[in-house]
C-alpha cells in the first residue's frame, strides 16, 4: 500500500468542518465507499496550519505536504488576503451578496492508495 498526494479547494461559505465534509462526500460520490483510493475521503479528519504571514501559501503547503502522516488527518489553510481576493474574483463571488462570506481552503495530504 502506498500514499498519494491530494490537494482539494473548496470556495464557499462554510466553515472548514462543513467544507471538509463536502469535499469527502463528494469523493465518496465520485470513487465509491472503498478503502485506498489516494483521495481525501481515506482521511477522517483535518488539522487546520496557520500560515505566516511572510510565507508564500504555495510553498507553505508544498513545505508541509511530506509532514502529513497517510493515516493521519488531512493539513488545512485557510486562504486570506491577496490569495482570496483573486479566488473571489474568479469564482465571481467579489460582489455582494457574497464578498463578505466568502471563505477559501485548501485541504492536502497523503492519502493511502
Known sequence: MGGSD??????GTKSPAEAFKELVDNAIYEYGHGGYSGTIKEKDGYRLLSVPSDVN???????????????????CVELKGKELEDIKKRYRMDKEPYSDKVRAYVFFGIASC
Open 57 to 75: 501559501i504555495q510553498d507553505f503547503i508544498e513545505d508541509n505536504l511530506e509532514a502529513n502522516d497517510k493515516w493521519g488527518p488531512a493539513f
Open 6 to 11: 491530494f490537494y482539494e479547494q473548496y470556495v
